[in-house]
């Protein structure tokens, strides 16, 4: 089993940033990949950006260039740097750990870009 703890949601204004941090324990296996979905009201979850333990990263078109994700392997902990925010950013952002076809969830970060 892997938990995972989500920190770094809030309400910010269109333009600003904010800074989501998930950190991972458990019984992790050293190839996996972390990741941030996102669901907004009324909408299916999505893919935010993800990044695998050789460090390959992939972003929806919707956050390129804005947003940034990286981890700390050692410490097992993801990072999605957001900038530039936009009221359609608004949603509660899920972090999520793929290894051994298991996919893991935390339990959410709600981020609100007011306009």
């Known amino acids: 089993q892997v938990q995972l703890v989500e920190s770094g949601g809030g309400l910010v204004e269109a333009g600003g940033s904010l800074r989501l941090s998930c950190a991972a324990s458990?019984?992790?296996?050293?190839?996996?990949?972390m990741g941030w979905y996102r669901q907004a009201p009324g909408k299916q979850r999505e893919l935010v950006a993800r990044i695998t333990s050789r460090g390959s990263t992939n972003y929806d078109d919707s956050v390129k260039g804005r947003f940034t994700i990286s981890r700390d392997s050692p410490k097992n902990t993801v990072y999605l740097q957001m900038n530039s925010l936009k009221p359609e950013d608004t949603a509660v952002y899920y972090c999520?750990?793929?290894?051994?076809?298991?996919?893991?969830w935390g339990k959410g970060t709600l981020v609100t870009v007011s306009s």
């Open positions: 458990g019984s992790i296996v050293s190839i996996n990949a």
């Open positions: 999520n750990h793929l290894q051994l076809g298991m996919n893991y």
